[in-house]
């Protein structure tokens, strides 16, 4: 049963330009969302996260957006650049749940 | 520069050994966990631990165990390794608590069964 999906295990954007990387939840107990990013042969690094009370949260290039009523969140690149290129995993939880529940990744490779 | 290490980058083993993957953080966190990651198939937790001695089942614990006896310290343990548990395996950490639900991860062991 997997709670956090990942639809897109691939995708490639050009330089400069947007990338958007979707994830959908089925559990509606989950209110607290996190992306990570991982590089072939390292651990994932956290690199933003969201609550369920608020439907945007900004941290430089990287925005990522809530839809609750759709268990839908994105994350947002802009500009891309060829450092961006890892895979990405969303993760999710409940406030005071000590378990994340992760994703299948997306890989996102920026072509030059 | 608070880190998550895992003993080992790589590691090769034989089918029925017993294998040990260690690992050790210093942040003083209540939580450590290990996840292991395929392709296709995410991040899956094995086990995890809340305290020290203290253990719960993850999504797919069959064919391993853990130990935490001290608290930085909290060791996987594959009693007889098979072929299908060739994968790369991730410790993490975190506090606990609302609002430290943030893990930080190893580097990674990428466990190789042949």
């Known amino acids: 049963d997997q709670q956090v999906k990942q639809n897109s295990p691939s995708l490639s954007v050009q330089e400069g330009r947007i990338s958007i990387l979707n994830c959908d939840y089925t559990?509606?107990?989950?209110?607290?969302f996190l992306w990570y990013k991982k590089y072939p042969a390292e651990g994932p690094t956290f690199l933003i996260s969201?609550?369920?009370?608020?439907d945007k949260n900004e941290d430089g290039r990287f925005t990522v957006f809530l839809n609750k009523s759709a268990k839908h969140l994105s994350l947002h690149i802009v500009p891309s650049q060829p450092g961006d290129s890892a895979v990405y995993f969303c993760?999710?939880?409940?406030?005071?749940?000590?378990?994340?529940?992760f994703g299948t990744g997306t890989r996102l490779t920026i072509i030059p | 520069d608070v880190k998550v290490t895992q003993s080992s980058r790589y590691l090769v083993k034989r089918t029925g050994e017993k294998v040990f993957l260690e690992c050790v953080q210093d942040?003083?966190?209540?939580?450590m966990f290990w996840y292991r990651q395929d392709p296709g198939l995410g991040l899956r937790l094995i086990y995890f631990?809340?305290?020290?001695?203290?253990?719960e089942k993850g999504d797919i614990p069959e064919g391993y165990s853990v130990s935490r006896e001290k608290k930085e310290r909290f060791s996987l343990i594959l009693e007889s390794a098979s072929t299908n548990q060739t994968s790369m395996y991730l410790c993490?950490?975190?506090?606990?608590?609302?609002?430290?639900?943030?893990?930080?991860f190893g580097s990674g062991t990428q466990l190789s069964v042949l």
């Open positions: 631990s809340y305290d020290v001695k203290m253990k």
């Open positions: 942040m003083d966190h209540e939580n």
């Open positions: 993490a950490s975190n506090q606990g608590g609302s609002g430290n639900e943030k893990l930080l």
């Open positions: 993760a999710s939880t409940n406030f005071g749940n000590e378990k994340l529940t």
């Open positions: 559990n509606s107990m989950f209110d607290y």
């Open positions: 969201i609550s369920s009370i608020k």
